[in-house]
């Protein structure tokens, strides 16, 4: 498929989800494919939305005070392997560095898959009293996991963007307070800006972070039945401190070590946003991120210069709205409207010669096609409601793909039937290992998404073991 190819999507949603993925992040000109396998071009167009992302979460972690701060790309092996959780888990994953043009080096480097082990040497350094607490420290970074076998741009790549929250506290108390403030942020931001609706809980104990004592996340829904994990909160307890050796002296002179958290939202979140509201003619844009929330598309009969003094003086008299002005020659309406639609543009805004005569314009909204007529002394205040409307209509009906697709299933036959049917099943189950590798072994490789922390008072029996449930869980396929 070449990138120039401005047909549009050829195929539906509906009908094959990974190639209509693909059509629309290629044709709207989000990302392009790479000489890397796995590694893609972030276009202009899905930077500015990562921008806009890292801006809002950056200025809600400032208001925490958490600071910015830069660690190397490189890890050297013996750094990288002082936690063996970790080190195990990530190992096939890590891309190493081996040579320096023709001469060997007399230490692999590990390209980062996260920064903890990079970090933690020189916190180890940093940290002396209790006084040095807490430390708040966040990158915003590139990271390289190499181990997969289906790239999918966005949603599972080589190499993806995010932040890395590590912080330190004096006290597992302290630590454990700061998950509420950062999962608060995260959720704020996928739903307010992305309009994006998911589900918060604890990961199982075999789904938990390598190196964490539990972790908290928000799983997604997408459209072709699959779970997706979104931004997540992990608590490290002290196994990282002890192994990197990160500890401090109290108010009573006595040697501790610390307690850390560590967090992240990378931007496997845009291919999330991208997935769920996208249709069969393009992009769908949440109006927050849209970083041109207007397309002002003069309707002329040869060379009117009337529409198009009117569809220049719009242009300027919008710029609130960031607009884009086509007025290209060469290019029927329709041309245009559908090249528009294909890239995302949350308003379309149409004046021809009617219109002008009426003092009004014509407004056609991405989410839903729906035209409204406005006056043209009243229009911002149209657009800024009618974007409002968007962004609103968009998170209810993100909320509604998750709702119409949990079930509450009791028996074994129940999950198998709804993971089948593409549902996410919430599950009795005991915290058990081999429950959840028989799990996945039963349902051809659903799992563990997150368990929701109010629980009834009754669990019933777990669908795997038949033993008294310890919890509900939400449990699916997933990326």
């Known amino acids: 498929m070449s990138k120039k190819d401005t047909k549009g999507i050829t195929i539906k949603k509906s009908d094959d989800f990974s190639e209509w993925f693909q059509q629309v992040i290629l044709k709207s000109e989000l990302a392009d494919y790479t000489e890397v396998s796995g590694c893609i071009v972030f276009r202009p167009l899905s930077y500015a939305i990562w921008e ?63 920064s903890e082990t990079i970090m933690y040497e020189s916190y180890s350094k940093w940290i002396r009293s209790y ?82 004592e539990y972790t908290i996340s928000i799983e997604y829904y997408m459209p072709h039945g699959k779970a997706i994990q979104g931004p997540d909160f992990h608590y490290d307890g002290q196994h990282y401190a002890k192994a990197y050796e990160i500890k401090f002296k109290n108010a009573k002179e006595e040697f501790e070590y610390a307690y850390q958290n560590t967090f992240a939202i990378s931007t496997r979140m845009l291919g999330v946003m991208f997935a769920v509201h996208s249709d069969d003619k393009g992009l769908v844009l949440p109006p927050k991120v ?53 890239k995302g543009i949350p308003i379309r805004l149409e004046i021809g010669p009617k219109d002008l005569k009426e003092k009004s314009v014509i407004l056609c909204r991405r989410d839903n096609d729906k035209k409204e007529k406005a006056k043209i002394k009243e229009l911002s205040k149209f657009i800024l409601k009618m974007l409002e409307d968007i962004q609103g209509n968009l998170f209810k009906k993100s909320k509604k793909l998750f709702n119409d697709n949990i079930i509450q299933v009791k028996t074994i036959s129940e999950l198998l039937k709804g993971i089948e049917n593409k549902k996410v099943c919430l599950t009795p189950l005991t915290s058990d290992f081999k429950v959840e590798e028989e799990l996945k072994e039963k349902t051809g490789g659903a799992k563990v998404l997150n368990i929701p922390t109010k629980q009834p008072k009754e669990l019933g029996k777990c669908v795997i073991s038949g033993k008294k449930a310890e919890y509900l869980a939400y449990v699916g396929k997933s990326y």
């Open 290 to 342: 849209a970083p041109n929330k207007i397309v002002i598309v003069p309707i002329m009969f040869e060379k009117d210069k009337n529409v198009l003094e009117s569809a220049r003086k719009l242009f300027n008299d919008l710029k609130e709205f960031n607009p884009i002005l086509d007025d290209r020659e060469g290019y029927s309406p329709g041309f245009k409207f559908n090249e528009w639609e294909l």
């Open 131 to 212: 006084r040095d607490l807490p430390l708040k420290y966040n990158q915003w970074n590139n990271v390289v996991r190499w181990e997969f076998k289906n790239p999918v741009p966005f949603l599972r790549t080589r190499e993806f963007l995010w932040n890395e929250g590590h912080t330190v506290y004096a006290s597992a108390k302290d630590a454990m307070a700061e998950e509420k403030e950062i999962i608060r942020i995260y959720k704020e931001v996928c739903e307010e800006f992305m309009a994006l609706y998911g589900i918060t809980g604890k990961k199982s104990k075999k789904e938990t972070f390598p190196g964490a």
């Open 52 to 114: 806009k992302i890292v801006k809002e979460v950056d200025r809600r972690f400032k208001d925490l005070g958490i600071q910015n701060v830069y660690f190397p790309l490189f890890i050297p092996e013996k750094t990288f392997g002082k936690l063996m959780k970790h080190t195990e888990d990530f190992a096939p994953e890590v891309a190493w560095v081996t040579h320096s043009g023709s001469s060997k080096l007399n230490e692999r480097l590990a390209i980062r898959p996260t």
